[in-house]
């Protein structure tokens, strides 16, 4: 389990624009360890966790994007049937509010990262440690 730092951007919902962040994240050497992009209303929310935080910031502001930061858990976990239920319920039982959760599995078996965003992050590491 390991505290980590998400990266949120909004931008608008049109052709190009996730091109241009990753583009631009590439430029910087900086290499997108998870991502969530979705699009509400005509704008664009994406949240990222990236190899080195402290080089993101200058990637996006040289592209002219705004971004934003929070804490956030990059945890592994079974790729199982039940592993996230497991992993909601056991926050949930800490009253803990998930704002946000990512991953991917393989459909394969073994692990995989999930990421969790929470107001608490410390908290949740207790109640899941």
Known sequence: MAKTTQITVTAASKPGVLAEICDALAK????IVAIC???SAGRGKMRLVVSDPARD????????IRRGEEPA???PMDDRPGALADLASRLAAAK????CVYYASTAGGGRVQVV???ANPDKAERALG
Do not use: F, Q, S, W
């Open 28 to 31: 910087a050497g900086v290499h």
């Open 37 to 39: 992009a979705v699009e």
């Open 57 to 64: 910031k200058a990637a996006p502001a040289a592209a002219k």
């Open 73 to 75: 858990l990059l945890l």
């Open 96 to 99: 803990i509010n998930i704002k």
């Open 116 to 118: 969790v965003a929470v």
